[in-house]
T-cell receptor, first 115, second 112 residues
Framework: ETGVTQTPRHLVMGMTNKKSLKCEQH?????MYWYKQSAKKPLELMFV???????ENNSVPSRFSPECPNSSHLFLHLHTLQPEDSALYLC??????????????FGSGTRLTVV | LAKTTQPISMDSYEGQEVNITCSHN???????ITWYQQFPSQGPRFIIQ???TKVTNEVASLFIPADRKSSTLSLPRVSLSDTAVYYC?????????????FGGGTRVLVKP
C-alpha cells in the first residue's frame, strides 16, 4: 500500500452505464490528481485539485466528471464512455508546493474496460 | 516545464549496473530532477530526487553534472524485479500548482 487507495481495481462497464472511481489518501496531502494511462502511451494529466478546488482540467471530455468533497477523497464519475476510454486511471496526491523532498504518491490504479 | 529526453528502452542482465541518462537542456534554476519507477498495471513510484552533484539512497544513485543539462539514474546490481519503466521529470517542487508531466520513460528489461 502506498497510502493512496483506489477502488475498484478493475471495472468493466457498458457505454450507457454510470460508474464512479474512488480515491482516498490519508497522507495529509493537500493536492490530488487524476491521470489516464492508455496502452503504450505516457500518463496524461486529467484533473488537478488543490485544497478541494479544481485548478486544472486538461480539456477532458465532459463524460468524465471529477469531485473532491474534501482533501482526502477524490472521485471520478463516468457516464456514456467510449471504448477508447479504456485505460488505467491513476490517482495521485502530493503536498503542493511544499519542501524539497516533494513527490507524488500514486495509487495502484483502476483498470477500466468499456465494452 | 523543462522537456526531458531519455532512451525508449534498455536491456540488462541480473547483477549488472544500469545507467539511464536523461537530457534536460532547458532546466531552470529552481528545477529539481526527479525519477519515478512504474511496474505494469501500477502507479509510478518515487525513486529519487536531486538538484546537483550526487544523491544516493537505498534504491539508486542520481548523478547530476555541474551544468545540470542532463542527469543519470544508476541502479546497482539489478534483479529481475527491477524490470519497469523509469521516468525522468524536471520541475520546481516549491512552485504553487506544480504538476508532474510524464514523458514516455525508459523501459528497462532485466534478463536472467
Amino acid at each position: 500500500e502506498t497510502g493512496v487507495t483506489q477502488t475498484p481495481r478493475h471495472l468493466v462497464m457498458g457505454m450507457t452505464n454510470k460508474k464512479s472511481l474512488k480515491c482516498e489518501q490519508h497522507l495529509g496531502h493537500n493536492a490530488m490528481y487524476w491521470y489516464k494511462q492508455s496502452a503504450k502511451k505516457p500518463l496524461e494529466l486529467m484533473f488537478v485539485y488543490n485544497f478541494k478546488e479544481q485548478t486544472e482540467n486538461n480539456s477532458v471530455p465532459s463524460r468524465f466528471s471529477p469531485e473532491c468533497p474534501n482533501s482526502s477523497h477524490l472521485f471520478l464519475h463516468l457516464h456514456t464512455l467510449q471504448p477508447e476510454d479504456s485505460a488505467l486511471y491513476l490517482c495521485a496526491s502530493s503536498q503542493d508546493g511544499g519542501g524539497v523532498n516533494y513527490g507524488y504518491t500514486f495509487g495502484s490504479g483502476t483498470r477500466l474496460t468499456v465494452v | 516545464l523543462a522537456k526531458t529526453t531519455q532512451p525508449i528502452s534498455m536491456d540488462s542482465y541480473e547483477g549488472q549496473e544500469v545507467n539511464i541518462t536523461c537530457s534536460h537542456n532547458n532546466i531552470a534554476t529552481n528545477d529539481y530532477i526527479t525519477w519515478y519507477q512504474q511496474f505494469p498495471s501500477q502507479g509510478p513510484r518515487f525513486i529519487i530526487q536531486g538538484y546537483k552533484t550526487k544523491v544516493t539512497n537505498e534504491v539508486a544513485s542520481l548523478f547530476i553534472p555541474a551544468d545540470r543539462k542532463s542527469s543519470t539514474l544508476s541502479l546497482p546490481r539489478v534483479s529481475l524485479s527491477d524490470t519497469a519503466v523509469y521516468y525522468c521529470l524536471v520541475g520546481d517542487p516549491k512552485a504553487a500548482g506544480n504538476k508532474l508531466t510524464f514523458g514516455g520513460g525508459t523501459r528497462v528489461l532485466v534478463k536472467p
